[in-house]
């Protein structure tokens, strides 16, 4: 089918934490490839491998060196190819993370081929997504790189064509390869406003997010290589609207089958930083999935995401980690995945794995929490203060290991894992995942659902109950067919009046609760 995608979920590994085959401590290929049944079973269509390229891991691979090249540490080319192999003798599709804002400052070309990257005499005052400065000085040059992340990051320059085509020849190389698509990494970011200038606050997203030839590059890269594959693309998109994400995704346009907003990610923050912690008001969630699900709806294409590797834990986050674990973690699971789009699931949510809590901070890994501690320790704020930041939101919760088994470590490793595991996995692992009341087996229905019923994929949505500060409801029609979903985000009962038609899916048992929501109930009615 044309848009195969589009009935399609995809489910994301973060390598490095996903299953380790060899007892070093750090996920690897071949542990992925001891884990393919597992996720066959759940009936997800695409795997999304984030990166496994050669790094010096500053960002834990989102720092790339050689393109070309399997990351020591999860194996070797030929290991790869057997990974591509063996997920297409299962009807699975690989997605691989493409990379190219940035490189890593160890490869060839920053030596090699400096003008594929940005300079200035003069620095802007614009702070990096991992603190600090985005510019750093080099003395050979005498002058300033610009890295919108860490500074072993440096940005590459699209105005320069030969950048550009060197990468489209890589990713064609893959392509050939056999790979499905890619998730294209802060891909809105390319285009920097040649004209950069010093930004209130330090904030330069304005010139360099949807920058003025995004869209020529995206076409560009779409003629190029894109359109010669039957493949999906995701670009990462943060700062983006609806209207942006239009011109991204129609058809028409030949650019990208569709792209992560960030807006229903930064509702629970209080300002433009996202330590800047606020409680999530239920109803600009609403709203916001509302806008999107209108905005998209015949004129591009949504991603569903809770959760990936730079996001906490959605259960701890939205829902209930403590008293309804597995009542909301299902619970979020149905509100999502009744919405128009692609759904997105990150390894362990399909298990409710939780956020983690280390008291010190040695034992936290990620490069924007440490560096996030560090500047906040020399400002003042205690060392209290700012762990409730980190278990709210550091990137390390969505990272720690997997959770296999109550074996020591959750079964990831037999070694010492290179993040430690939540202490949780004696109770919260994948040996739950055959029990017919799991999370797991949940996932596992909606996944099937969206397969076999069309309304998902094409009905028009309808929000209900716009002002109920608890409940999340919505219809989707689509010919004479209609559903409606029933959310209750408390952990207190609410009473509604719930509609005729036959239960479709829901998280309690059937018929125990009609004009009555239980806590973090869900409840998914059909009628014909
Ligand atoms: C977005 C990725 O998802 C994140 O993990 C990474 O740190 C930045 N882009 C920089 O590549």
């Known amino acids: 089918m044309a848009d195969w995608w589009k009935k399609s979920t995809v489910y994301q590994i973060y390598p490095r934490s996903f299953m380790d085959s060899n007892g070093d401590g750090i996920g690897d290929i071949r542990g992925i490839i001891q884990k393919l049944d597992y996720l066959h079973e759940l009936g997800v ?72 990257y940005i300079w200035r005499d003069q620095p802007t005052n614009w702070r990096s997504f991992f603190g600090g400065s985005t510019w750093q000085y080099q003395k050979e040059r005498n002058q300033y790189y610009l890295h919108l992340f860490s500074k072993k990051q440096p940005d590459l320059n699209w105005e320069n064509p030969e950048l550009r085509n060197a990468v489209y020849e890589m990713m064609r190389w893959w392509l050939d390869k056999g790979v499905d698509g890619f998730r294209m990494d802060v891909i809105n970011m390319i285009s920097k406003n040649p004209d950069m200038k010093d930004a209130p ?34 670009g990462e998109s943060p700062g983006t609207t609806p209207k942006e994400a239009r011109d991204y995704t129609a058809a028409q346009n030949q650019e990208l089958n569709m792209i992560f907003t960030f807006e229903h990610m930064d509702l629970d923050q209080a300002s433009g930083e996202k330590w800047d912690l606020k409680p999530l008001d239920l109803i600009d969630l609403k709203e916001n999935l509302e806008k999107w699900q209108h905005g998209l709806h015949n004129e591009g294409w949504n991603s569903l995401y809770w959760n990936n590797h730079d996001q906490p834990r959605i259960v701890s986050r939205f ?28 390894q362990g949510e399909e298990l409710g794995m939780t956020n983690v809590r280390f008291d010190l901070i040695e034992d936290y ?32 919760n969505a990272r720690t290991p997997m959770q296999w088994s109550a074996e020591p470590n959750g079964g990831f490793t037999t070694g010492t894992p290179w993040l430690k595991v939540n202490p949780n996995y004696k109770d919260i692992n994948a040996l739950q995942h055959k029990d017919s009341d799991s999370i797991y087996q949940y996932y596992k229905k909606l996944i099937g659902l969206r397969k076999n019923m069309d309304i998902i994929t094409h009905g028009d949505f309808e929000l209900l109950h716009r002002e ?51 806590p973090y109930e869900a409840i998914v009615y059909y009628k014909q």
């Open 468 to 518: 109920d500060p608890d409940v999340f409801a919505y219809t989707r029609t689509w010919n004479d067919e209609k559903l409606t979903v029933y959310c209750n985000f408390s952990s207190q009962p609410k009473s509604v009046t719930l509609p005729e038609g036959k239960i479709l899916i829901g998280n309690y048992a059937p018929n125990n609760s009609k004009g009555l929501l239980q």
């Open 45 to 116: 269509d695409i795997l999304w491998l984030s990166p496994v390229y050669d790094s010096p891991n500053d960002d834990n691979g989102y720092d790339i060196r050689d393109y070309y090249k399997i990351m020591n540490e999860f194996g070797t080319m030929a290991d790869f190819d057997e990974l591509l192999e063996k997920v297409h003798a299962r009807d699975m599709k690989l997605v691989m993370d493409l990379v190219v804002n940035h490189t890593s400052d160890e490869h060839a070309w920053f030596k090699d081929h400096p003008n594929f």
């Open 319 to 346: 829902g209930d980690d403590q008293d309804w674990r597995v009542e909301s973690a299902k619970m979020l699971a149905t509100c999502l995945h009744f919405m128009q789009g692609t759904p997105y699931i990150y």
């Open 201 to 234: 606050n330090g904030d330069g997203s304005s010139q360099f997010m949807n920058g003025p030839n995004v869209h020529t590059y995206l076409k560009e890269m779409n003629k190029h290589v894109l359109s010669q594959y039957n493949i999906v693309t995701v």
């Open 365 to 396: 890994q990620d490069i924007e929490t440490v560096n996030m501690y560090q500047e906040k320790r020399e400002a003042g704020v205690s060392h209290d203060d700012i762990m409730t930041k980190i278990y709210a939101k550091g990137r390390d």
